[in-house]
């Protein structure tokens, strides 16, 4: 049997969903994008730190990291690592160091599936981050969004 998909109505009735224009919540410790349409954009005027922050994109290659680059260059050295997860492609250590990330800070860890989660887990769990960038499969990331917390 198929399950079938909630309308929006019923998505919205249900206790369980956030929506994020609903929150009042104080401003935490952020990253500014260097951006600043999109910092005013952003709950927190700039990406909040110790949180999930998703960028959804279409395809592959679409400059989705540029989003994220400026932040990840105002880090502190001594904020830890900057980690990508399971990048979708070969990592161009000379364009990152162009951009003004360090090569020593960066880490990357190639892996999949239930093995990138796995990594992620470790990874947060050191306390050694400052950043960790993840690329998830539309299809995984459907699969993780389905699941009740």
Known sequence: STVQPLSL????????????????????PRVASGFAPL???????????????EILSSGRGLGEVSLVLPALR??????????????PGRVHAPAW???????????????????????????????????LLLRVAAAIYTAARMVKM
Do not use: N
């Open 9 to 28: 109505d019923a998505l919205l009735t249900r206790a369980d969903l956030w929506r994020g224009q609903d929150a009042v919540r104080p401003q935490g």
């Open 97 to 131: 160091l162009a951009r003004g990330v360090a090569l020593s800070r960066l880490l990357v860890v190639q892996a999949s599936g239930q093995d990138a989660a796995w990594a992620c887990e470790q990874l947060l769990g050191s306390g050694a981050l400052a950043a």
């Open 74 to 87: 105002a880090l502190a050295p001594e904020a830890g690592w900057i980690v990508l997860v399971a990048p």
């Open 39 to 53: 910092d005013a954009a952003l709950p927190d005027k700039g990406w909040p730190c110790g949180c999930v922050s």
